[in-house]
């Protein structure tokens, strides 16, 4: 069975200290892995997509990594504005032949100043 | 902003209420999702729609159905809904329902059922 594990469950940091958050997955046949950020009341904004490993994707302090068991979404110098919950999901196969998102739990990222 | 356009913002009905949650997206996208979620819960799947046919019924009860009427719209029309219903509702768009492109996310109805 497909799954999306996501850790740790909750993140507290200081301002400026950079960490990662780590999104394992079992899929079989990976076709992408997809990175989420979830602002409280608000639907999940796309950031990144990752397709094989050993690629990197950069937006701002943020940069996911892949491979070929999980990913990891590296925070630089983290600011306040950072705080939210940060999705991954995987698309799994399914008998239809449409890729069904699973998602993991998440990671509630708070950045205190 | 976001480019899937959801409204009501927020919804607050009796169980005994008929209310739609509308959503709409002009990306060109042919596939388009309903998502249901709880508090501190990832997104649910509900339905999926492919080229404005039902694909996927993700064994969502009756008081909870969803129409097509064209690309760019997708409606999901609400009866006798119980109070466990009460979360966030997502619409959610893709290039094709089996295509290895990322889904993007409206905003949300926040339902509310008294």
């Known amino acids: 069975e497909d799954q999306v594990t996501q850790s740790p469950e909750a993140l507290r940091l200081q301002e400026g200290e950079s960490s990662s958050l780590n999104c394992s997955y079992t899929?079989?046949?990976?076709?992408?892995l997809f990175w989420y950020r979830q602002d409280p009341g608000k639907g999940p904004e796309f950031l990144f997509t990752?397709?094989?490993a050993g690629e990197e994707k950069e937006k701002e302090r943020l940069k996911a990594t892949l491979t070929k068991k999980e990913s990891f979404l590296h925070i630089t110098a983290p600011k306040p504005e950072d705080s939210a919950t940060y999705l991954c999901?995987?698309?799994?196969?399914?008998?239809?032949?449409?890729?069904?998102?699973?998602f993991g739990a998440g990671t509630r990222l708070a950045v205190h100043p | 902003d976001t480019e899937v356009t959801q409204t009501p913002k927020h919804l607050v009905m009796g169980m005994t209420n008929k209310k739609s949650l509308k959503c709409e997206q002009h990306?060109?996208?042919?596939?388009m999702y309903w998502y249901k979620q709880k508090a501190k819960k990832p997104p649910e799947l509900m339905f999926v729609?492919?080229?404005?046919?039902?694909?996927i019924n993700e064994s969502v009860p009756s008081r909870f159905s969803p129409e097509c009427p064209n690309s760019s719209l997708l409606n999901l029309h609400l009866h006798a809904l119980q109070p466990e219903d009460s979360a966030l509702y997502l619409c959610?768009?893709?290039?094709?329902?089996?295509?290895?492109?990322?889904?993007?996310f409206g905003d949300g109805t926040r339902l509310s059922i008294l």
């Open positions: 999901a995987v698309p799994s196969g399914f008998s239809g032949g449409y890729n069904k998102l699973i």
């Open positions: 990752l397709y094989s």
């Open positions: 729609y492919s080229y404005e046919k039902l694909s």
């Open positions: 959610a768009s893709s290039h094709m329902a089996n295509s290895n492109q990322p889904q993007h």
């Open positions: 990306m060109g996208h042919r596939a």
């Open positions: 899929v079989s046949g990976l076709r992408g």
